[in-house]
């Protein structure tokens, strides 16, 4: 079945050691979304990339990088985690994100829960 | 800047009660409406959507939700809940200009017990 997949479902980090973590999707949408999600909370988006163009959000922190290397896959990069940091992370793609009609439905991956120690 | 209120927090319902979960928005603009379902250990899924049209949504697994524009609203309902249904239910709403990102309510914790 087409699906987004998260890789790994589970990542422990210490404190300051960069992280990465991983997004394929079988759908062949041209959006990608990073969001974050703490425990009780609604899902925050940080970023997306409408194919190659890459959209930050405006209070997203300087420690959370994006790459999307081709359509299949996109990336985060926290460069140095914070205890702050620990939370779900949810990939979702989408196939367009203008035309405000059916195609811009979001399609979530499981999520990465990050542990920060 | 577009918000989005879930009115309850935690639900707890017995097998076969009916159920209603509120959602308003702030945007007095064209919205596209979503409900998504996270049941424990999987990810969001989506519910059902809400693009134009008939205000009357009907999902998956039993579910509706009404558009009423007037109140900003969009109301999950289900005549007869499940157990199977124990989940966190999130609202979302898109303002339909351009590219706009998906806003999500803080979410409600529904226990169905047996």
């Known amino acids: 079945d087409a699906m987004v997949i998260q890789n790994p479902r589970y990542q422990v980090t210490q404190f300051g050691k960069p992280v990465t973590l991983s997004c394929s999707q079988t759908?062949?949408?041209?959006?990608m979304y990073w969001y974050q999600q703490k425990s009780s909370q609604a899902p925050k988006l940080l970023f997306h990339?409408?194919?190659?163009?890459?959209?930050n959000e405006a209070d997203t922190p300087d420690n959370f990088q994006s790459r999307r290397p081709n359509t299949s896959f996109c990336f985060l990069d926290i460069r140095s985690p914070g205890l702050g940091d620990a939370a779900m992370y949810l990939c979702?793609?989408?196939?367009?994100?203008?035309?405000?009609?059916?195609?811009?439905?979001?399609?979530f991956g499981p999520g990465t829960r990050l542990t920060v120690l | 800047a577009q918000s989005v209120s879930q009115h309850n927090h935690h639900v707890i319902l017995s097998e076969a009660a009916s159920l209603e979960l509120g959602c308003n928005y702030s945007?007095?603009?064209?919205?596209?409406l979503f409900w998504y379902v996270q049941y424990p250990g999987q990810h969001l899924q989506l519910l059902l959507k809400?693009?134009?049209?008939?205000?009357l949504v009907k999902g998956i697994k039993g579910f509706e939700a009404e558009f009423i524009k007037s109140k900003f609203s969009f109301n999950l309902r289900k005549p007869s809940v499940q157990w199977s249904d124990t989940a966190e239910y999130f609202c979302?709403?898109?303002?339909?200009?351009?590219?706009?990102?998906?806003?999500f309510g803080t979410g409600t914790r529904l226990l169905v017990s047996p």
């Open positions: 979702a793609t989408s196939r367009d994100g203008l035309s405000g009609g059916v195609l811009d439905t979001q399609y």
């Open positions: 759908l062949n949408h041209n959006v």
């Open positions: 990339y409408y194919d190659k163009d890459f959209n």
């Open positions: 945007y007095g603009g064209t919205v596209n």
């Open positions: 809400y693009f134009s049209g008939d205000p």
């Open positions: 979302a709403v898109k303002e339909n200009t351009g590219f706009q990102k998906l806003v």
